[in-house]
């Protein structure tokens, strides 16, 4: 079985079936991850509530179950779902199977997301990053970064346009560009086209906009446009090398909407395949197989147009993936594990705790973690037999808070109270305090005898103690039995203690004593 991230509550395998193209290193596999209920399937994956709401505990790894993966959040919705694409260090050829893990449930994790470090190349823009782009201009374009976006702005004179290229090419291979694009609202005259894709750098065309292609033929490269040419019945247009196809008008108009490009250049079958997705349009334009191959391979994002109108095209971010065709396929999901630690016992199935190996090393400091937590589990859920487990939470919080001397500790969440109460806040002062207080108070053999010479003030004879002992369990009994499910034990708990401290210097350690002795003997 494998190992467990550490912090993590619940996890999922899902296995990546390979390619038939054959085996691949560092493939950027998409996955969907849905906040709610639902069956699982494919890229989609639903967590049933157990992760946090804006996605930001999520994490992948690899078999092994404990090296983490790099992943980039694409998209999100809190509370609804998010979309994930992650590095897969191997995936075999087809029929084989590559295993990964999604963990989640941890209250306290925030995103990992890691655009650079998941993709062959990768930008945000949050500044135009010189060592990355070289910029094109021409006849009064401009280039710029606002708002996290690649602003590029068409010139004053007719025949003008602006963009950036890749200042290092890529390893020739076949490659799948991921891009959401928009070119604002505004007057179109004429030809302009807002591109993504690879070129060669074989020729810049510096007569009508500026941009680099593979040939004196000034469109000639891998790209998917964004494109207009009205007189023509042009709208989107897909070209490798030589080879073009448009989309038509009868198209919905990509005018002043974000557009989320998919441009998959198959370089060794010479064919580009331009994915396009707006308001309700979903079209995807396949090339024939151009004359030449493309070589080298520089990535280009640029915006041309014919007129002069000023408008400006965006690029809000941009990642460059591997590709192979068919691209490995998502395989079946497993069912979810769970790693709970005085968690599913109690009920309170959303509360997220340390598994028993952290406890145990943090804090607990049992030699036999394993056997201890079944030891406490069985405390909890068989010995206590308390029907509300929420009520019987705050009780025993309360009991061992004011044991270990947290008097700031009151009524707070599950999650929160375990932290601070068993020491996970403060492990190197509190290890000790902790183990002796489930050593003596939560089952061991001698607790009892143990207590009696530890818990009550030393002003208090042995037979005060003990005529007191037989009241407070009959009293404390009463009140346990009462209140323990209604909304009010915790109020009356401190009442009754309020008013039975009358000569004891701290009743509150007594009081909590016998708390905990209810809950594991049989009174008189």
Not at 80 to 100: E, G, L, N, R
Not at 388 to 402: C, H, I, M, P, Q
Request: a negative charge; hydrophobic letters at 35%.
């Amino acid at each position: 079985m494998a190992q467990w991230l550490s912090g993590w509550s619940y996890r999922k395998s899902h296995e990546i079936v390979g390619s038939t193209a054959g085996a691949v290193t560092d493939y950027q596999i998409r996955i969907k991850v849905h906040y709610g209920s639902g069956t699982d399937s494919g890229e989609d994956v639903y967590l049933n509530g157990k992760c946090r709401s804006d996605f930001g505990d999520i994490r992948f790894t690899d078999s092994d179950g404990v090296t983490e993966l790099s992943y980039w959040m694409e998209e999100k919705v809190d509370g609804d779902y998010a979309i994930f694409w992650v590095k897969v260090p191997s995936i075999p050829a087809s029929p084989d199977t590559a295993t990964i893990y999604i963990y989640y449930g941890n209250p306290s994790a925030t995103t990992a997301s890691d655009g650079e470090a998941t993709f062959v190349l990768f930008d945000h823009f949050d500044t135009l990053d010189t060592t990355k782009w070289d910029t094109l201009t021409l006849n009064g374009g401009t280039v710029g970064v606002t708002g996290s976006k690649l602003k590029m702005t068409s010139g004053s004179t007719e025949h003008n346009g602006a963009g950036v290229i890749s200042k290092s090419a890529l390893p020739d291979a076949d490659y799948a560009i991921e891009a959401y694009i928009m070119r604002e609202t505004g007057r179109k005259t004429g030809e302009l086209g807002l591109l993504v894709g690879l070129t060669s750098k074989a020729y810049r065309d510096t007569t009508y906009y500026g941009n680099y292609s593979c040939s004196s033929d000034i469109h000639a490269c891998g790209k998917g446009t964004v494109y207009e040419y009205t007189s023509k019945g042009w709208r989107l247009r897909a070209w490798y090398y030589d080879q073009v196809v448009h989309g038509s008008t009868a198209l919905e108009t990509w005018d002043g909407k974000w557009v989320r490009l998919t441009v998959k250049v198959k370089n060794s079958a010479r064919i580009t395949s331009a994915r396009f997705i707006y308001g309700s349009t979903d079209v995807t334009l396949t090339t024939s197989a151009g004359s030449a191959q493309i070589t080298p391979l520089y990535v280009q994002i640029y915006y041309g147009e014919y007129g002069k109108s000023g408008y400006s095209s965006y690029c809000d971010w941009i990642a460059v993936r591997k590709y192979v065709e068919p691209e490995p396929s998502h395989g079946a999901w497993g069912s979810q594990e769970s790693q709970i630690f005085l968690t599913e016992s109690l009920g309170l199935a959303d509360s997220v705790v340390k598994a028993p190996s952290a406890v145990k090393a943090e804090v607990l400091g049992l030699v036999d973690t394993y056997s201890r937590t079944w030891t406490i589990q069985r405390t909890y859920s068989e010995v206590l037999g308390l029907a509300d487990a929420v009520t019987a939470t705050r009780l025993l919080v309360k009991s061992l808070t004011e044991l270990l001397g947290l008097s700031d500790v009151m009524i707070k969440s599950p999650s929160v109270v375990k932290s601070e109460s068993l020491g996970l806040l403060d492990v190197y002062s509190r290890t000790w305090i902790a183990h002796k207080t489930y050593s003596e108070l939560l089952g061991l053999a001698d607790s009892l005898q143990k207590k009696l010479g530890k818990a009550f003030p030393p002003r208090i004879s042995r037979k005060t103690f003990e005529d007191l002992r037989i009241e407070m369990r009959k009293r404390l009994a009463k009140v346990v039995a009462e209140t323990l499910t209604s909304e009010e034990s915790y109020d009356r708990l401190q009442e009754y203690q309020s008013n039975a401290s009358s000569g004891f210097r701290d009743l509150r350690a007594i009081h909590a004593t016998y708390l905990v002795e209810k809950s594991l003997f049989s009174f008189e």
